[in-house]
């Protein structure tokens, strides 16, 4: 009951928010390219996100779309892919400023859960050999997460790319998220004389390189307590989250024998105990997506992944004037993004949809008590 009480005065207060100083919004500026991106300038987070580390992660630097050329026995790979088998292959790819080519030896296996039973071109994992990729675009890579195409046909090609602005998405929100690389790739599967198989996809930044790259360290433990977590950067996690339609994570647990948190990267702060942040990632499951695949939990009872559900926690209700303020100050770079981006202007018109449908949301007072602050979970405090 207070948690609602307190929430009448939340549009209120995230309208006056930037103008009272209790934001202070600093300008700044990134680069963002084709072809899911456009350039433009955007406000920086008004709550401090870490001191950054530099490391050299060249392949995450640019974001434009990369071409590659995987060459494996797949066939092995996808008739075993349940096995989570493991196979030898090279990836390659022309260096921007010679054209010379560079093959890099890697082992590619299977990942995954949902996608990996639903798809007939399962994801992937390309582990690098540590000695080879210095001096070249994968420098500082090991192991790194590859988006596929899943199935043959322009929708499953389509949701890659939502997928691929989704993560975009918050990137504009948050440094401490992890970062993508877009990919038209060539695969040559060497157990068979046929012709390549070209598709899209995107490979995401290793844990232990955004750890490094916030300051942090990764959380080891399968749960974490609600008053560990830091309540600015958990209140944003949970209302993008709304944002996208997405109810398949946990800032909280993961599945048993799994380390928290389940779709989400647990970061903790060097030599403390409080502070941690939850990455997302998968967003597939998500209504502004919609895959076939994609089901809501049952126990939510809605009808369908597009049906929004508000999933934070109550203790952060407070932390609401303040990330709705920040939601509000980067809309426009977030409706750039989806309109810049390179979908079917279709998709892109369901995707501004949606997202103008959460800002309806947000800034008017009765719809957000009912479908924030009274949805909340656990205890106010």
């Known amino acids: 009951m207070a948690a609602a009480k307190s929430g009448q005065l939340v549009i209120e207060q995230s309208r006056t928010a930037l103008a009272s100083g209790r934001v202070r919004a600093k300008p700044c500026w990134r680069h963002l390219v084709a072809p899911f991106l456009v350039g433009f300038s955007l406000i920086c987070s008004p709550w401090p996100v870490g001191a950054a580390k530099a490391i050299s992660q ?42 010379a080519p560079i093959e890099l030896t890697a082992t590619i296996s299977t990942r995954g859960r949902s996608r990996l039973e639903y798809c ?54 948050t440094e401490q998220s992890f970062r993508v690389r877009w990919l038209n790739i060539d695969y040559l599967d060497t157990r068979r004389d046929n012709e390549p198989t070209t598709a899209v996809g995107f490979v995401i930044e290793a844990a232990n390189n ?45 599945p048993e024998g799994r380390r928290c948190c389940h779709n989400g990267e647990a970061l903790l702060p060097p030599k403390m105990a409080e502070g941690i942040i939850v990455a997302p990632y998968d967003f597939d499951q998500s209504g502004i997506i919609a895959t076939d695949y994609a089901v809501p939990p049952p126990q939510l009872r809605l009808e369908s992944v597009r049906s929004r559900r508000f999933r ?14 920040h939601f509000n100050t980067h809309r426009p770079a977030l409706e750039a993004l989806i309109d810049g981006s390179d979908n079917p202007d279709a998709t892109k018109r369901t995707m501004q949809r949606y997202v103008a449908a959460f800002y309806g949301i947000i800034n008017d007072q009765n719809r957000q008590r009912v479908s924030i602050v009274q949805r909340c979970r656990g205890p106010a405090s």
Request: hydrophobic share 40%.
């Open 58 to 99: 060249p392949l995450f630097e640019d974001h434009a779309p990369l071409h590659l050329v995987i060459q494996a026995p797949l066939s092995e790979l996808i008739e075993r892919k349940d096995d989570r088998p493991k196979v030898r292959g090279t990836v390659s790819y022309r260096d921007a400023d010679s054209g």
């Open 120 to 173: 007939d071109f399962p994801p992937l994992r390309l582990n690098f050999r540590r000695r080879q990729v210095p001096g070249t675009l994968f420098a500082g890579q090991n192991k790194l997460k590859l988006v596929t195409h899943c199935r043959r046909g322009a929708k499953h090609a389509r949701w890659v790319g939502q997928e691929y602005l989704v993560y975009r998405m918050f990137n504009l929100l």
């Open 210 to 254: 955004l750890a490094k790259r916030v300051n942090m360290k990764r959380f080891r433990e399968q749960h974490i307590e609600p008053e560990q977590l830091d309540p600015s950067q958990a209140a944003l996690v949970a209302l993008f989250h709304f944002m996208i339609g997405n109810t398949d994570w946990s800032i909280l647990s993961a």
């Open 312 to 325: 934070g926690l109550c203790r952060h209700n407070e932390q609401l004037p303040t990330t709705i303020a």
